[in-house]
């Protein structure tokens, strides 16, 4: 069976899955060559191909006016058209992908399986991974039946990206399968969150910090150690009670999600509810002077010190250093 | 507007812990109680509103036995004009696909505008509403967070990454999966169960529904899920010793060589 | 009047008498009038009973309407207004007797020919003069100084304060003009005046006044009088001086209890609720009629909004103004003039917001203040009963309410672990639910079961009842929440059936005594459960173990800290106990106690609020908590003794948002006692 990953793209560099998927691909259907899928017009769909070629030994390009913006509804019948019988469709489980996999598994006649964040691997027509439920609390093994092709979406962050971009891939312009494409959903227009002007679901270094700081005044330090970090200043949910940060900083279910790739998590303890926001799989390094802080638990790195003494020594260290 | 929506019962899970049963192929269940899954509240409350501004009719239809009943009489306490209740024992073991089949019978025997689920269950798939989409070969919209009703068609609002919101226009007859935060449901109490405790609410078998047992249940699923376990809990930290200053050293190199450092 | 006098009204002129028989006449007429159509609103509104305990309530009258008991506690408005209204009730009769004089000559109240006759004069007199300077002072205090409490937030209407100026102007009319009166007749009389009143004034000042110049004088103060006094009586009734004729009324029918909850509707018992309709107050008429009384009773002296917590921490309620505005929607809808509305108009929404009403901790500070007896909680409770009805529940508290509704407790932790606690208490503790009985009752309540810091509390009890050789034990695991909030929160069926289930936990216990730590449980089991056997705060118990000495404590810790308590709103304000807290912890010898002066006992200041508020997001400035915890610093304080562990929750949180860790604890009564109790 043919494995396709369907790469999503913006202003032309590929999204960040893109390599995950790839990864995903050698761990479920290991041997694989998958083939990356990708939609869209022009220029920036163009320079999207060129960067996941390195990645993939085949790209097939969808060039059309109406998938200048992705749309399931488009995308859907298009992936029905191109695509053998019996294939395999991976992508990653993001709201595109939410929004086009369940039905499109069904227009295929292939198995659905969501959300996937560990493989298994394939045993005849037999594609194994795990999935994850109730909120995390515990893990599945699921088995699905695969003999008809599949619809399989990745959760981010599950795979270790595949960096090697070894392939030099030959872009196939498969365009004509876009022509007369139509739905009954019209895209309008996107609009922005209005995060004011912080915004850290879009940072990839967060220094977070609790209620171990003590005092409102102490924030100073970890601003200063931010600022030396090139990184943004996030909270758990005391902070913003006290009111001594705004709302869209903080972290937590009841807050924002944030998928950083390093995490300082200073005086936080490390509560289900604050976890809950953090997503991906970080580098965390986490500072509190109580050692059974369940913080300790998920984070790589631990230190039980005082933030207050270890923070402006580090934030000195980053600074002499530049 | 003639609006179906599906509901799942799930187990409620705010203080739950759920942990994985003795022998592994279910969750303890003993100590859970159950509810409406959160996301389908959030549905209901939205059609029930359009109703109460456009008017029409709001049925409410799950999948299960007598104890789901309980969840659509809920939901009917809350303000959803009919219930239906889908029950045969050739309906266990369905996966995402066997139940938008048996949700997709039961729409062909309404009339209806528009069909409503939840974003997402318990089991985080977030698969049947599309599923029963291209089944019924309507139009699709999921993570929705926003519907305008317009003459033949809907303007709505999804949810999408960054918190941003992408607005489209879709042709009803459609299906809408519901994001958690479209409004603020309302509550319902003790006394608004009690008034519809005894209201009828219609069974549906899968003959009456003209459902081929073979193409649900246990049967007719493609996807199985083997067991529960619980994913081994990281080793924890690594734990950095040493002085104010060493300490400070150390976090500095770790952190450079992560990438926390521009 | 023994002397014939040279001149009077009545003999003036046919027109003069024929004007001043009409006056009275259109003026009661008119009267009359406007106190009909005030009245056609209490009678459409909900049933009230309020004849019970007619002893009880005649003292009220005697000690809250007569003796003016809650004035003096603003002193200045309070002795002011004291003189008002004293000086009111003696120039009652003399206003009675003007009005008579108008058209018959020389008449007398009966009775007050002779002796009485000439006291009374005296009186009357020196009364006018002293309302009169009480009246320039009022004045020039309204007029020149803001006051704080008669502000008038921004969107809810002009200023009062030109209202206030005019009634004040008008008294001073009343009073100069009877004075004026009898100045001029005095002088035409050579008569005594008692010395140094406004009469005695005026008749010296006219003293040498040709007789025909007096009796213009005399007529023409008469006419003002007359004309004033009518003109001042039906204006009562639309403003805020309308409790000058309902406070009588209002005092009388006042709450008897502190503590309880009015039924959903008075004459339905629980069984019948079903049948209703409608739960709770939608629309002004669904207020019972002592409720609307109250509306007309307000003074808007701001008193209650002065000691309303959430005002204070500018949440969006004003008790003043749920009274006020209230009042004027039910002017409006039922205006003097005109058809009464007959569409039913929602108040939330309308006059009132949601957040206004779910900001009310239900604290009770302001029934506490009113002088009037004007009453609120029931009002919050019945506005939040309509919002129930209607789904209108905000999400935050939607959560708890279900988890109490699935397994008895706002945090939806497993039944099972509700007496996991009894672990960790260092004492064997009975439970029902293994079987035992005992004696006394120990009713946990939810936070202390459950919130890890508050399991503590119940650990340290177990502790002192244990020491105090008390036969106690728990229920466990069938013990539900109190409901305690849930009903204040206007889920009156939620409340019911937990209610129920431990009724019957606690009547199958046999336990001839229940004692708590929990000051919501008290109130609840005390005053919203019924047959239940006594019950007691555990500073009670304590405060007898003092006196008895069955409780012993060693020396205080830490003498160099200052302690201080804090009065929880359900063990002070509601349920009376305010000393036997301050006895147990004086029982600690060396400990060094002060108050929080001013913010003590019945002024106690609410610490945020428990049950569901602990849950419930509000718009505001401040936190009640940090608020209390800085009286606390200004008093001296550098430990707060609370004893209740909603106190606890948010006076522990509100140090820490105060920034005052290291500068100011909080410890509970019971853990107070227990670290002491000698070994």
């Known amino acids: 069976m043919k494995i396709f990953a369907l790469i999503t793209h913006k202003d032309g560099v590929a999204d960040d899955s893109a390599l995950e998927l790839a990864a995903a691909a050698s761990a479920l259907f290991p041997g694989s060559a998958p083939i990356a899928l990708l939609t869209g017009s022009g220029s920036t769909l163009e320079s999207a191909c060129k960067d996941v070629a390195a990645s993939y030994g085949e790209v097939w390009k969808f060039d059309a006016e109406a998938l200048a913006y992705p749309n399931a509804e488009l995308t859907r019948p298009l992936l029905l058209k191109a695509l053998p019988a019996g294939s395999v469709v991976l992508m990653a489980h993001t709201t595109f992908g939410m929004d086009l996999g369940p039905g499109l598994s069904v227009k295929l006649g292939a198995a659905y399986v969501p959300d996937v964040v560990g493989a298994e691997g394939l045993e005849g027509t037999s594609l194994k991974v795990v999935r994850s439920e109730f909120s995390g609390q515990v893990s599945a093994h699921v088995h699905a039946d695969v003999a008809a092709g599949a619809v399989v979406t990745v959760r981010s962050g599950a795979f270790r990206p595949d960096e090697s971009r070894d392939k030099a891939g030959q872009v196939v312009d498969r365009s004509a399968d876009a022509a007369g494409l139509a739905s009954r959903r019209r895209f309008r227009s996107v609009v922005q969150a209005e995060a004011g002007d912080i915004d850290i679901t879009r940072e990839d270094v967060l220094v977070s910090v609790g209620r171990g700081i003590g005092e409102q005044e102490n924030l100073e330090l970890v601003k200063d150690l931010a600022e030396a970090m090139g990184a943004a200043v996030a909270c758990s949910r005391p902070i913003v009670d006290a009111k001594w940060l705004e709302k869209p900083r903080q972290v937590g279910t009841s807050g924002q999600t944030v998928k950083p790739k390093v995490y300082l998590a200073l005086g936080i303890s490390g509560s289900f509810q604050h976890l809950g926001g953090l997503k991906g799989n970080p580098f965390i390094v986490a500072v509190n002077t109580n050692p059974k802080a369940p913080i300790f638990q998920v984070a790589s790195v631990g230190i039980v010190a005082d933030l207050l003494e270890l923070v402006p020594a580090l934030t000195e260290k980053i600074n002499k250093a530049k | 507007m003639e609006i179906l929506v599906c509901v799942k019962r799930v187990p409620d899970s705010a203080e739950n812990e759920i942990s994985v049963g003795s022998d592994g192929t279910d969750i303890q269940r003993d100590d859970l109680t159950y509810g409406v899954n959160e996301w389908d509240n959030y549905a209901v409350e939205e059609a029930i509103q359009i109703t109460e501004r456009l008017g029409g009719n709001v049925t409410v239809v799950s999948v299960g036995d007598g104890d789901t009943e309980e969840v659509v009489r809920r939901e009917m306490a809350m303000g959803a004009g009919q219930g239906l209740l889908l029950t045969d024992p050739a309906f266990e073991g369905s996966d995402g696909l066997g139940l938008a089949r048996i949700l997709q019978a039961a729409v062909k025997k309404g009339a209806y505008d528009l069909v409503l689920t939840g974003a997402q269950a318990d089991d985080g798939a977030a698969q049947v509403g599309g599923m029963l989409a291209a089944l019924l070969d309507w139009p699709y919209a999921s993570l929705v967070n926003k519907i305008e009703v317009q003459e033949g068609s809907l303007v709505i609002g999804r949810e999408i990454e960054g918190g941003a919101q992408e607005f489209s226009d879709i042709e009803t007859p459609c299906v809408l999966s519901i994001q958690t935060g479209i409004n603020e449901p309302r509550y319902v109490g003790l006394r608004g169960i009690r008034k519809v405790a005894s209201v009828e609410i219609p069974v549906l078998t899968a003959s009456a529904l003209g459902l081929d047992p073979a193409t649900v249940g246990a049967q007719g699923a493609k996807v199985r899920r083997i067991d529960y376990f619980v994913p081994p809990a990281g080793a924890g930290a690594d734990m950095l010793k040493g002085s104010t200053a060493d300490l400070a050293q150390q976090l500095f190199e770790l952190l450079k060589a992560k990438g926390g450092l521009k | 009047m023994a002397v014939?006098?040279?001149?009077?009204?009545?003999?003036?002129?046919?027109?003069?008498?024929?004007?001043?028989?009409?006056?009275?006449?259109?003026?009661?007429?008119?009267?009359?009038?406007?106190?009909?159509?005030?009245?056609?609103?209490?009678?459409?509104?909900?049933?009230?009973?309020?004849?019970?305990?007619?002893?009880?309530?005649?003292?009220?009258?005697?000690?809250?309407?007569?003796?003016?008991?809650?004035?003096?506690?603003?002193?200045?408005?309070?002795?002011?207004?004291?003189?008002?209204?004293?000086?009111?009730?003696?120039?009652?009769?003399?206003?009675?007797?003007?009005?008579?004089?108008?058209?018959?000559?020389?008449?007398?109240?009966?009775?007050?020919?002779?002796?009485?006759?000439?006291?009374?004069?005296?009186?009357?007199?020196?009364?006018?003069?002293?309302?009169?300077?009480?009246?320039?002072?009022?004045?020039?205090?309204?007029?020149?100084?803001?006051?704080?409490?008669?502000?008038?937030?921004?969107?809810?209407?002009?200023?009062?304060?030109?209202?206030?100026?005019?009634?004040?102007?008008?008294?001073?009319?009343?009073?100069?003009?009877?004075?004026?009166?009898?100045?001029?007749?005095?002088?035409?009389?050579?008569?005594?005046?008692?010395?140094?009143?406004?009469?005695?004034g005026f008749s010296h000042l006219l003293a040498g006044a040709a007789i025909p110049s007096l009796a213009k004088v005399n007529l023409i103060s008469y006419a003002v009088h007359d004309l004033t006094f009518f003109f001042f009586l039906c204006l009562l009734p639309l403003g805020k001086h309308f409790h000058v004729i309902t406070s009588l009324f209002n005092v009388f029918f006042m709450r008897v209890r502190t503590g309880n909850v009015k039924p959903v509707r008075h004459g339905v018992s629980d069984a019948q609720l079903d049948e209703v309709k409608s739960f709770g107050v939608k629309k002004f008429e669904d207020f019972t009629w002592k409720h609307i009384l109250d509306f007309y009773s307000c003074a808007d002296c701001g008193r209650c909004s002065d000691r309303c917590p959430a005002n204070i921490v500018k949440r969006p309620l004003s008790p003043r103004f749920i009274s006020i505005k209230a009042r004027d929607h039910g002017f409006k809808r039922y205006p003097i003039l005109g058809a009464p509305a007959t569409e039913p108009e929602p108040l939330i929404g309308g006059i009132f917001s949601e957040d206004e009403i779910w900001s009310c901790t239900t604290c009770g500070a302001c029934e506490e203040e009113c002088p009037i007896g004007i009453e609120y909680i029931d009002k919050m409770v019945d506005l939040r009963r309509g919002m129930v009805d209607e789904g209108k529940v905000p999400q935050s508290l939607q959560k708890p309410m279900a988890s109490l509704e699935k397994r008895g407790n706002p945090w939806g932790k497993l039944e099972k672990k509700r007496a996991d606690w009894t672990k960790g208490a260092g004492v064997e503790v009975k439970s029902v639910e293994q079987g035992d009985t005992a004696e006394t009752l120990y009713f946990v309540d939810s936070i202390s079961s459950y919130d890890d810091r508050m399991q503590k509390i119940a650990q340290a009890t177990a502790r002192v009842l244990d020491r105090a050789g008390v036969d106690f034990a728990v229920i466990g695991k069938d013990e539900k929440d109190s409901g305690h909030d849930v009903r204040r929160f206007g889920e009156e069926m939620l409340f019911q059936s937990l209610r129920d289930q431990n009724t019957e936990s606690i009547q199958a216990s046999e336990a001839r005594r229940i004692i708590v730590n929990d000051p919501h449980a008290l109130n609840a089991l005390k005053n919203d459960y019924a047959n239940m056997p006594p019950v007691q705060h555990m500073s009670e118990l304590i405060a007898e173990g003092v006196r008895s000495g069955k409780l012993k404590f060693r020396g205080v810790d830490d003498p160099a800290k200052t302690y201080t308590y804090h009065d929880p709103c359900y063990l002070g304000r509601h349920n009376g106990v305010y000393d036997d807290p301050r006895e147990a912890i004086d029982g600690i010898p060396g400990l060094k106690r002060v108050e929080m002066t001013g913010n003590c006992r019945d002024r106690s200041f609410c610490c945020g609020g428990g049950g569901l508020m602990l849950f419930y997001e509000p718009e505001e400035e401040q936190r009640m908590g940090v608020v209390r915890v800085e009286q606390a610093r200004k008093a001296g304080a550098d430990v707060i003794v609370t004893a209740c562990p909603y106190c606890m929750v948010n006076i522990e949180d509100a140090i820490k948002v105060a920034g005052l860790e290291g500068k100011m604890e909080v410890i509970d009564l019971v853990e107070l006692v227990d670290g002491h109790l000698q070994p």
């Open chain 3, 4 to 200: 014939a006098e040279p001149f009077s009204p009545a003999t003036a002129s046919m027109f003069a008498r024929t004007l001043f028989l009409l006056i009275p006449l259109a003026g009661l007429g008119c009267f009359a009038w406007i106190i009909w159509r005030r009245i056609i609103p209490l009678l459409r509104a909900a049933a009230d009973p309020r004849w019970e305990h007619f002893g009880v309530r005649l003292k009220l009258v005697l000690k809250i309407w007569l003796g003016q008991w809650r004035h003096p506690r603003y002193l200045l408005a309070g002795v002011l207004h004291i003189i008002l209204f004293l000086g009111f009730l003696v120039l009652g009769a003399r206003s009675t007797q003007l009005v008579v004089l108008g058209f018959r000559a020389g008449f007398t109240l009966p009775g007050f020919g002779g002796v009485l006759g000439e006291v009374y004069n005296v009186v009357k007199d020196y009364a006018a003069t002293a309302v009169l300077a009480a009246v320039a002072v009022l004045w020039v205090r309204r007029a020149f100084f803001k006051i704080q409490r008669y502000a008038v937030p921004e969107g809810l209407g002009k200023d009062h304060t030109p209202e206030a100026l005019f009634i004040l102007s008008l008294i001073a009319t009343l009073l100069l003009s009877e004075s004026l009166f009898e100045g001029s007749l005095l002088a035409a009389t050579g008569g005594w005046a008692a010395p140094g009143t406004l009469a005695w």
